[in-house]
């Protein structure tokens, strides 16, 4: 069995999925205190990386995702499926999981 390289640029998410690359988590509160990696809340804003066709009708064609590459998105906290590639955080979601595309 062939070993399978995975990038970003290979993961093609299906339906109304979207891949998204997690931003960094705080480093330090507002006051300047650093954050132990234990103490740091997980992030809940990121860049799109890549968008699901969308979701299927039942006359067979696609309602198409609202957002798209390159968007910043706000995520629900526990949504998704957190995945490491290269060093990075991503998490990949369905549509219904993002609250909101921010500036």
Do not use: C
């Amino acid at each position: 069995m062939a070993a399978i390289s995975i990038n970003v640029s290979t993961v093609k998410p299906l339906g109304d999925r979207v891949f998204v690359k997690v931003s960094p988590a705080e480093e330090k509160t507002a006051g300047g205190i650093l954050l132990p990696d234990n103490a740091k809340e997980k992030p809940q804003i990121g860049e799109v990386v890549q968008v699901g066709p969308g979701k299927r009708n039942d006359d067979g064609t696609y309602s198409p995702v609202e957002v798209k590459v390159g968007d910043k998105v706000l995520y629900s906290k526990y949504a998704g499926t957190d995945i490491k590639l290269g060093g990075d955080d991503y998490v990949l979601l369905t549509e219904k999981d993002i609250l909101a595309s921010v500036a």
